[in-house]
T-cell receptor, first 115, second 113 residues
Framework: GNSVTQMEGPVTLSEEAFLTINCTYTATGYPSLFWYVQYPGEGLQLLLKATKADDKGSNKGFEATYRKETTSFHLEKGSVQVSDSAVYFCALRSYSGGGADGLTFGKGTHLIIQP | DADVTQTPRNRITKTGKRIMLECSQTKGHDRMYWYRQDPGLGLRLIYYSFDVKDINKGEISDGYSVSRQAQAKFSLSLESAIPNQTALYFC????????????FGDGTRLSIL
């Protein structure tokens, strides 16, 4: 079946540091890949997505590239801010390989940015 | 106004009580979902629905039931609440399609004493 693995954290960085949150996946077929962000007291929000190999999703200074050869979708940001403190979820959607309605989530990575 | 609205936002109740959590959406999406979130366990799917006549069990449906009253409304019920159902509950919606993301409500924090 499909699966998503991401570093769980917490990941603690100083403001303006470079961020990488690793995400690797196992899937049959041709999945779409997503990063969601959850701020304290809120639901998950779509941060970015990529729907085919070599696509790069980007939003709010965050980027992730769909790497089929390494089955990865790592999230990066060049200079983090305190306001980026949140929980980040990597997810995939594929109608092959199981998962209810094709959906599979990682367990989330808690990011803490210190001033 | 929020596209996916959950009520109540917070609820404290006692063991054995019946509880209903409600979700409504204005996005016009056919697919709706209920998740629970527990620390260290990520999101776990309880039930999902493709339309009013199509309800499916998720990973952890025992102890829960759902009702899809209309395209825009999807309710989650705990018939007899127990303390290990204390969690954060999320409703989500989606369009059909592998490249479609989900859209989440702000959650209901449920505490069962």
């Amino acid at each position: 079946g499909n699966s998503v693995t991401q570093m769980e954290g917490p990941v603690t960085l100083s403001e303006e540091a470079f961020l990488t949150i690793n995400c690797t996946y196992t899937a049959t077929g041709y999945p779409s890949l997503f990063w969601y962000v959850q701020y304290p007291g809120e639901g998950l929000q779509l941060l970015l997505k990529a729907t085919k190999a070599d696509d790069k999703g980007s939003n709010k200074g965050f980027e992730a590239t769909y790497r089929k050869e390494t089955t990865s979708f790592h999230l990066e940001k060049g200079s983090v801010q305190v306001s980026d403190s949140a929980v980040y979820f990597c997810a995939l959607r594929s109608y092959s390989g199981g998962g209810a309605d094709g959906l599979t989530f990682g367990k989330g990575t808690h990011l803490i940015i210190q001033p | 106004d929020a596209d996916v609205t959950q009520t109540p936002r917070n609820r404290i109740t006692k063991t054995g009580k019946r509880i209903m959590l409600e979700c409504s959406q204005t996005k016009g999406h056919d697919r709706m979902y209920w998740y629970r979130q527990d620390p260290g366990l990520g999101l776990r799917l309880i039930y999902y629905s493709f339309d009013v006549k199509d309800i499916n069990k998720g990973e952890i449906s025992d102890g829960y039931s759902v009702s899809r009253q209309a395209q825009a409304k999807f309710s989650l019920s705990l018939e007899s609440a127990i303390p290990n159902q204390t969690a954060l509950y999320f409703c989500a919606t989606s369009q059909t399609g592998v490249n479609q993301p989900q859209h989440f409500g702000d959650g209901t924090r449920l505490s069962i004493l």
